[in-house]
């Protein structure tokens, strides 16, 4: 069954860190560029970071330039989010799904996972 799995969400104080991670299941991530994506109450899911297929490309949100790093290893299939100075406006649902590295738009997908919870509060 194809899917992606998230997880290392959790409750962090403010100026905190988290590392996310983006398993793959049932098929290779090799091919794909990734992307983390996020939802709080209330508002749309957007794009935070995207990675190209080999890692080469990535691209972030305004928002969290400076403070995430996407990476990736394909041996693993597995997408990580490195999450520094955390804020309270970062908490959310981040969720990954295969995206488009220059519009940080996800691609056609219709297997979104449930997601990792981030909360920041003190």
């Known amino acids: 069954q194809l899917q992606l799995v998230e997880s290392g969400g959790g409750l962090v104080q403010p100026g905190g860190s988290l590392r996310l991670s983006c398993a793959a299941y049932?098929?290779?991530?090799?091919?794909?560029?990734i992307g983390w994506f996020r939802q709080a109450p209330g508002k749309e899911r957007e794009g935070v970071s995207c990675i190209s297929s080999s890692g080469d490309t990535t691209n972030s949100a305004d928002s969290v330039k400076g403070r995430f790093t996407i990476s990736r290893d394909n041996a693993k299939s597995t997408v990580y989010l490195r999450m520094n100075n955390l804020k309270p406006e970062d908490t959310a649902v981040y969720y990954c799904a295969p995206c488009t590295v220059a519009t940080l738009k996800s691609v056609l997908w219709s297997r979104w996972g449930q997601g990792t919870q981030v909360t920041v509060s003190s």
């Open positions: 049932g098929f290779t991530l090799d091919y794909y560029a």
